[in-house]
Structure formats: structure tokens, C-alpha cells
């Protein structure tokens, strides 16, 4: 039987900052096992850590540090970056381990540590549990002796390598120098960065949420409010917005008129660009069980396969890399697009899009809607303790809601990875049964989590 990991969730480790596990104390402990772990051969072993703009991180970000020159690693400090920029400097640097300090799309009040191997792409389940044990284990007689101590530095190019990195990714020859953007970089990671990468790419640029104060990271702005960002596009006139969330690793558009355009739209877009240009490799994209049906159905009218895994972006690059594809992402807006890099990259999507506006010349209203969803909700049902999902009630509602859609549709209830939440989610043909089903659930969930969150 395999071993659960205790810290490790979808995407590293993530927690209620000063916390347990989010603590000095634990991100100490995971800096000496990771840089063990990853010290292979007799050269001189490095780290690169980046962050976003979260409070916490001035906390966590030095008991890293002291960790891994604990173990005998040297430590690359680059600051507030994207969590892609992280993967690539890991790469770029012939790092042997990338930290990204950040806990993505969630409130500042949190924060996370994602981790990266040599190759800059996250870890697998076995890794990660391998240093869990040896973060629980008696690690004094390991730690590198005073003369092999490792050092720490800062560098000060980090963010001009990732801005010269994301602007090839855009085709030469083609500019941006007729197109307004508006950009809302939630108070993040890619405050500066992403503007930056658009303007020097000829566009007009809005930028929104580049005012970081440690508090207001995804505080009503980035990929998860985007009330403002479709505001903003409508009032400025603008030809596209951008949403990002805190570590910019997904990304979320809105056309010209301020309507929203998901994950699932732009796999389908840039899918079907890149097949119409030879470009897409395996013939199709990978994306989660998340991802709507009507995505699948567009995808298989165009001869293309949808390949889809358990919810994280990570479990999608794994099988893009081991499939051979180059295209892949989830609904939230993880776009992982291979030939560029090794995780999501919210910016990198984005400029897909917006190459394709440029080529064809027509407003993202009609380059954006690439097929007709089929109609899903999504709800999410906060709890506290042990999960209701165990509940004999919760099980028997399930039971009869996957009748009542029977082949009609589908229904999928799972426990987030990184917040203590329920998310359930249902799509079918009839609007009317899946918000039904969807309420109807909702509330036996949360009534089977009443008494917990009470005691709490």
C-alpha cells in the first residue's frame, strides 16, 4: 500500500501562513531534506527560490534559505516572479532544485512551497513522499560540515531573463502595436514582468492590480474576481483583457465586451491553431476531468483526442510528457503549452491568443469562442475536520444524482488539494437538472459538515 504524503497536496505544500505546515519551522526542515535529497555528484549543488508578494514570504523565504546552506547547497535568490520563471531559471541556471514560494490564486492570509527538479518541472508523488520521510527523520549527522556550508546571492537579472524568455515565445514578425490590453496581475508575482512583456511587444497597455502591499494579493482582482478586469476592458475599449492569479502560472481572457473566456476555450483555440499549422504533437491535448464535455465533442469533430487526468496541473504534464503532447491545461486556466515550458505559464498563454487576433485580424469575441459548453456548475462547500464526504447520507445523494443524470451528463464531487473545501461539480444538456443536482448536493454536504465546523 502506498504511503499517503501529510504535507504535500496538488501543487506542494500550502497552508495558513505561520501555521503548521506553513511555518519557519517546517520550511527549515524542508530545505535541509530537499537539498539532501537532490545533492547528486560532486559539484557545487544550487537552489533558486522565488516568491510572490505575500507578507509570509519574507518569513519563509530565509528558512529556506538556511535549510539548503544547512545541507551544503548554494541559494539564487530571484524575488517576486512567476512560478513559470522560476521553472525556467531552475533550467536556464543548471539549478538542481527550483523553490517557488506562493500559494497561488489563494488570500495572502496563506502560502505555499512548490518545488521543481533539475529539468524545472514539479515533482512526482513518490519524490515528494521521499522527502517527507526524510524531513522526519534524524537528519544532524547529514547536514554539511562547517567548511562545505553552502552561500546565498541574489540575482539581479532574474526578471529581465524571464521578459526576454516570454517575449520569444511570441512568432516573429508578427507585433501588438493595434491592440489595447488590459492586464490585471492580482497584485502578484508577474506585477512587473507581464506589462512589461506586453509593451515592449508594441501593445497599449492597461495594467490593473501591480500595487502589491504583502495583503492584497487576489484581494477582488486577478483570475479568480475578474468583475474589474471586464470593467476596465469595457471602459478603456480595450481589444483583450488578461487575468492572473498571485503566482501567474493560469490565466483567465475577456473579449472586447468584457465576456469571459475560460481555460477550456483557449485549449480549444490554441489547439486548433497549432494542429492548422502543424505545430500540435499527439494529435490532441490533455486536459482534467474538469474540463467541459463540449470541449471533448469539439475536439473529436476536428479529429483531435482529449486526454484527460485527475485534477493538477502537474498530473497534466505528466502525461503530456509521456504521451508526447504539447498542448494541455485545466478549465481554472493552468495552460501548459511544452514547447515553451515546463508548468503553466498564465502570460505565455495569453500571448497564444493574442497571436492568433494578430493573424487573423478579428476582436476576441470571435476568436474566443471556439465551441458551445455544455451547461456546468461549480460550487464549492467549505469545511472543517474530518471530510463529509465520508457521511452515509453524503454517499447515498451521490448515489442518486449520478441516476438521475444517468448518460446524460456527469457529475464530480472531490476534495480540493489545497483549501478545505468540496467542490461539486455537474453538466449536462438541461440546465435546470444540473443546478438542481448541484444545489441539492450542496446542501447535503454541508449540513454533513455542520457539526464539524462547529466543534471547530
Given at each position: 500500500m502506498t504511503t499517503p504524503r501529510r504535507l504535500f497536496g496538488t501543487d506542494g505544500i500550502r497552508g495558513t501562513a505561520n501555521t503548521d505546515p506553513m511555518t519557519a519551522e517546517v520550511a527549515l526542515r524542508l530545505g535541509q531534506a530537499a537539498g539532501l535529497m537532490f545533492t547528486r555528484g560532486a559539484h557545487r549543488h544550487r537552489v533558486v527560490i522565488g516568491k510572490d508578494t505575500r507578507l509570509s514570504g519574507y518569513m519563509l523565504e530565509p528558512a529556506l534559505?538556511?535549510?539548503?546552506?544547512?545541507?551544503?547547497?548554494?541559494?539564487?535568490?530571484?524575488?517576486?516572479?512567476?512560478?513559470?520563471?522560476?521553472?525556467?531559471?531552475?533550467?536556464?541556471?543548471?539549478?538542481?532544485?527550483?523553490?517557488?514560494?506562493?500559494?497561488?490564486?489563494?488570500?495572502?492570509?496563506?502560502?505555499?512551497?512548490?518545488?521543481?527538479?533539475?529539468?524545472g518541472c514539479k515533482l512526482s508523488d513518490e519524490t515528494e513522499r521521499e522527502i517527507e520521510a526524510l524531513m522526519a527523520a534524524d537528519l544532524a549527522h547529514r547536514l554539511a560540515p562547517p567548511r562545505a556550508l553552502g552561500r546565498a546571492a541574489r540575482l539581479e537579472d532574474a526578471a529581465?531573463?524571464?521578459?526576454?524568455?516570454?517575449?520569444?515565445?511570441?512568432?516573429?514578425?508578427?507585433?501588438?502595436?493595434?491592440?489595447?490590453?488590459?492586464?490585471?496581475?492580482?497584485?502578484?508575482?508577474?506585477?512587473?514582468?507581464?506589462?512589461?512583456?506586453?509593451?515592449?511587444?508594441?501593445?497599449s497597455v492597461i495594467p490593473i492590480g501591480v500595487?502589491?502591499?504583502?495583503?492584497?494579493?487576489?484581494?477582488?482582482?486577478?483570475?479568480?474576481?475578474?468583475?474589474?478586469?471586464?470593467?476596465?476592458?469595457?471602459?478603456?475599449?480595450?481589444?483583450?483583457?488578461?487575468?492572473?492569479?498571485?503566482?501567474?502560472?493560469?490565466?483567465?481572457?475577456?473579449?472586447?465586451?468584457?465576456e469571459l473566456i475560460d481555460g477550456d476555450q483557449i485549449l480549444a483555440l490554441i489547439a486548433r491553431s497549432w494542429a492548422a499549422s502543424g505545430r500540435l504533437a499527439g494529435g490532441g491535448v490533455v486536459a482534467t476531468v474538469m474540463s467541459n464535455l463540449g470541449l471533448e465533442r469539439f475536439l473529436g469533430s476536428a479529429g483531435l483526442r482529449l486526454h484527460r487526468t485527475q485534477v493538477g496541473d502537474r498530473?497534466?504534464?505528466?502525461?503530456?510528457?509521456?504521451?508526447?503532447?504539447?498542448?494541455?491545461?485545466?478549465?481554472?486556466?493552468?495552460?501548459?503549452?511544452?514547447?515553451?515550458?515546463?508548468?503553466?505559464?498564465?502570460?505565455?498563454?495569453?500571448?497564444?491568443?493574442?497571436?492568433?487576433?494578430?493573424?487573423?485580424?478579428?476582436?476576441?469575441?470571435?476568436?474566443?469562442?471556439?465551441?458551445?459548453?455544455?451547461?456546468?456548475?461549480?460550487?464549492?462547500?467549505?469545511?472543517?475536520?474530518?471530510?463529509?464526504?465520508?457521511?452515509?447520507?453524503?454517499?447515498?445523494?451521490?448515489?442518486?444524482?449520478?441516476?438521475?443524470?444517468?448518460?446524460?451528463?456527469?457529475?464530480?464531487?472531490?476534495?480540493?488539494g489545497t483549501e478545505p473545501l468540496i467542490r461539486v461539480m455537474a453538466e449536462a444538456e438541461d440546465p435546470a437538472l444540473v443546478g438542481a443536482i448541484v444545489d441539492e448536493l450542496c446542501a447535503v454536504i454541508a449540513a454533513a459538515a455542520q457539526p464539524a465546523a462547529d466543534a471547530a
Amino acid at each position: 500500500m502506498t504511503t499517503p504524503r501529510r504535507l504535500f497536496g496538488t501543487d506542494g505544500i500550502r497552508g495558513t501562513a505561520n501555521t503548521d505546515p506553513m511555518t519557519a519551522e517546517v520550511a527549515l526542515r524542508l530545505g535541509q531534506a530537499a537539498g539532501l535529497m537532490f545533492t547528486r555528484g560532486a559539484h557545487r549543488h544550487r537552489v533558486v527560490i522565488g516568491k510572490d508578494t505575500r507578507l509570509s514570504g519574507y518569513m519563509l523565504e530565509p528558512a529556506l534559505t538556511a535549510g539548503f546552506i544547512g545541507a551544503g547547497m548554494d541559494v539564487t535568490l530571484v524575488g517576486p516572479l512567476p512560478t513559470p520563471a522560476i521553472a525556467m531559471l531552475t533550467r536556464s541556471l543548471r539549478a538542481d532544485l527550483g523553490v517557488m514560494i506562493s500559494a497561488s490564486h489563494n488570500p495572502f492570509e496563506d502560502n505555499g512551497i512548490k518545488l521543481f527538479d533539475p529539468d524545472g518541472c514539479k515533482l512526482s508523488d513518490e519524490t515528494e513522499r521521499e522527502i517527507e520521510a526524510l524531513m522526519a527523520a534524524d537528519l544532524a549527522h547529514r547536514l554539511a560540515p562547517p567548511r562545505a556550508l553552502g552561500r546565498a546571492a541574489r540575482l539581479e537579472d532574474a526578471a529581465g531573463r524571464y521578459i526576454e524568455a516570454a517575449k520569444a515565445t511570441f512568432p516573429r514578425g508578427l507585433r501588438l502595436d493595434d491592440l489595447r490590453i488590459v492586464i490585471d496581475c492580482a497584485n502578484g508575482a508577474a506585477y512587473r514582468v507581464a506589462p512589461t512583456v506586453l509593451w515592449e511587444l508594441g501593445a497599449s497597455v492597461i495594467p490593473i492590480g501591480v500595487a502589491p502591499d504583502g495583503f492584497n494579493i487576489n484581494q477582488g482582482c486577478g483570475s479568480t474576481a475578474p468583475d474589474h478586469l471586464r470593467e476596465d476592458v469595457r471602459r478603456h475599449g480595450a481589444d483583450l483583457g488578461i487575468a492572473l492569479d498571485g503566482d501567474a502560472d493560469r490565466v483567465l481572457l475577456c473579449d472586447e465586451r468584457g465576456e469571459l473566456i475560460d481555460g477550456d476555450q483557449i485549449l480549444a483555440l490554441i489547439a486548433r491553431s497549432w494542429a492548422a499549422s502543424g505545430r500540435l504533437a499527439g494529435g490532441g491535448v490533455v486536459a482534467t476531468v474538469m474540463s467541459n464535455l463540449g470541449l471533448e465533442r469539439f475536439l473529436g469533430s476536428a479529429g483531435l483526442r482529449l486526454h484527460r487526468t485527475q485534477v493538477g496541473d502537474r498530473y497534466v504534464a505528466e502525461r503530456m510528457r509521456a504521451d508526447g503532447m504539447n498542448v494541455g491545461g485545466e478549465q481554472s486556466g493552468h495552460m501548459i503549452l511544452s514547447d515553451y515550458a515546463t508548468t503553466g505559464d498564465g502570460l505565455v498563454a495569453a500571448l497564444q491568443v493574442l497571436a492568433v487576433l494578430v493573424e487573423q485580424g478579428r476582436p476576441a469575441s470571435a476568436v474566443g469562442r471556439v465551441f458551445d459548453p455544455l451547461p456546468q456548475v461549480l460550487r464549492n462547500v467549505r469545511f472543517s475536520g474530518a471530510s463529509p464526504l465520508r457521511a452515509r447520507a453524503v454517499r447515498a445523494a451521490i448515489e442518486a444524482a449520478e441516476a438521475r443524470l444517468s448518460t446524460a451528463g456527469r457529475l464530480l464531487i472531490r476534495p480540493s488539494g489545497t483549501e478545505p473545501l468540496i467542490r461539486v461539480m455537474a453538466e449536462a444538456e438541461d440546465p435546470a437538472l444540473v443546478g438542481a443536482i448541484v444545489d441539492e448536493l450542496c446542501a447535503v454536504i454541508a449540513a454533513a459538515a455542520q457539526p464539524a465546523a462547529d466543534a471547530a
